[in-house]
């Protein structure tokens, strides 16, 4: 019985991604061409894949734009993104593959919650062979908002598992994954190095490298705290 979930983010904590999503995101804003976009996504309202086109859009046109706007933009986004991988190979963050196996015969339920499209999503955990589930992923293709995507990844997990979970936390690598698991009450354990790291230290977030210590993060997880 899986009584505890995780939420797993995906850029920067599983997959070894961000870059190639980026020069895809902005390739696509540049095969619409897009003449007023300010690349300084973390500005944007909503940090996720929907919810910055949605943004940008009406900042560029003065209209929000339909459901088939966005899907266009979420196809297109897709084919850049293939297009990138072209060039660059994808990989995973340092044990997270076996993390995650792991983890499946422990207590602990496993779901994703990403501010990326749902294809391009995809594309990252099959090209990293990370396992998951359909069932328990959460994208911005159905929401603009970071916590609603996490909340969308609870439910998904609680039908899913068939469960109430007395214990919920999440996985991130960003000050954006702090965010909104600060509001939504639940705890972050950080995954990463550099300037990011710095920051979630400096927010007083438990930190690993990557999932290579999977013993010392099980005992994290596994400590009082959580029982």
């Not at 734009?65 to 899907?71: H, L």
């Not at 060039?87 to 990403?114: N, V």
């Not at 977030?205 to 029982?227: C, G, S």
Request: hydrophobic share 40%.
């Amino acid at each position: 019985m899986k009584t505890k979930l995780i939420v797993f983010d995906i850029d920067g904590t599983l997959t070894n991604s961000q870059m190639e999503h980026h020069a895809a995101y902005l390739a696509s804003f540049d095969q619409l061409g897009f003449k007023k976009l300010n690349e300084d996504f973390g500005s944007y309202q909503h940090y996720t894949d929907s919810g910055i086109f949605a943004e940008a859009y009406f900042n560029e046109y003065g209209k929000k734009p339909s459901k088939q706007d966005i899907k266009n933009f979420e196809q297109l986004h897709l084919e850049q993104f293939k297009d990138v991988l072209q060039i660059s190979k994808l990989t995973e963050i340092a044990g997270a593959k076996e993390f995650l196996q792991d983890l499946e015969d422990s207590e602990w339920a496993i779901s994703f919650a990403t501010g990326s499209f749902l294809p391009s999503a995809i594309v990252k955990l099959d090209e990293c062979n990370i396992p998951y589930k359909h069932e328990v992923l959460a994208t911005a293709s159905d929401n603009f908002s970071r916590e609603k995507i996490v909340l969308s990844a609870i439910k998904k997990a609680s039908d899913y598992y068939r469960s109430d979970f007395n214990k919920i936390l999440a996985f991130g690598d960003g000050l954006w994954d702090y965010k909104t698991a600060k509001g939504l009450g639940l705890e972050l354990i950080g995954i990463g190095y550099g300037k990011n790291a710095e920051i979630l230290l400096d927010n007083g977030v438990t930190l690993f490298e990557d999932f290579l210590d999977k013993e010392a993060i099980m005992q994290h997880l596994n400590n009082r705290v959580y029982k």
